[in-house]
């Protein structure tokens, strides 16, 4: 069975920096679609950013408000190692990040769609303030 496990959230000034991993186990697939999200209380799940790796070579996504600051990654070695670097951030990044997977398909134009993903972690904390 697939289980995600994120790391890296902390409590930064804004402007800062920091970087989210997140670690999956078992049967990834191929051509698959990983993302994070972000859940602040009373909200709906919001997509940060997703990454295709697959047939088409490695594809990343963005919403509008964190590009240029996030950066989405997976690791050159470990392809069950994804990675968000978060800069400049800001107090409205504060959120619970999640990472997610979607083993069967490539990201596409519902990469922000929470539904669309069977799997994921317990949800790492970043808090920003101003």
Same mark, same amino acid.
């Given at each position: 069975q697939v289980q995600l496990a994120e790391s890296g959230g902390a409590s930064v000034q804004? +402007? +800062?920096?920091?970087?989210?991993?997140?670690?999956?186990? $078992?049967?990834?697939?191929? $051509?698959?679609? /990983? $993302?994070? &999200?972000?859940? @602040?209380? +009373?909200k709906e799940r919001e997509g940060v950013a997703a990454i295709y790796r697959g047939d088409r070579g490695i594809i990343p996504y963005y919403a509008d408000?964190?590009?240029?600051? &996030? @950066?989405i990654s997976q690791d050159n070695t470990n392809k069950k190692v994804m990675y968000l670097q /978060?800069? @400049?951030l800001k107090p409205e990044d504060t959120a619970m990040y999640y990472c997610a997977l979607d083993? &069967?398909? +490539?990201c596409?134009?519902?990469w922000s769609t929470s539904r669309r993903f069977s799997f994921w972690g317990q949800g790492t904390?970043? @808090?920003v303030s101003s």
């Open positions: 804004a +402007g +800062g920096s920091l970087r989210l991993s997140c670690e999956a186990s $078992g049967p990834i697939g191929s $051509g698959n679609c /990983m $993302g994070w &999200f972000r859940q @602040t209380p +009373g408000s964190v590009k240029g600051r &996030f @950066t /978060m800069d @400049t083993r &069967f398909s +490539g596409g134009s519902t904390q970043v @808090t």
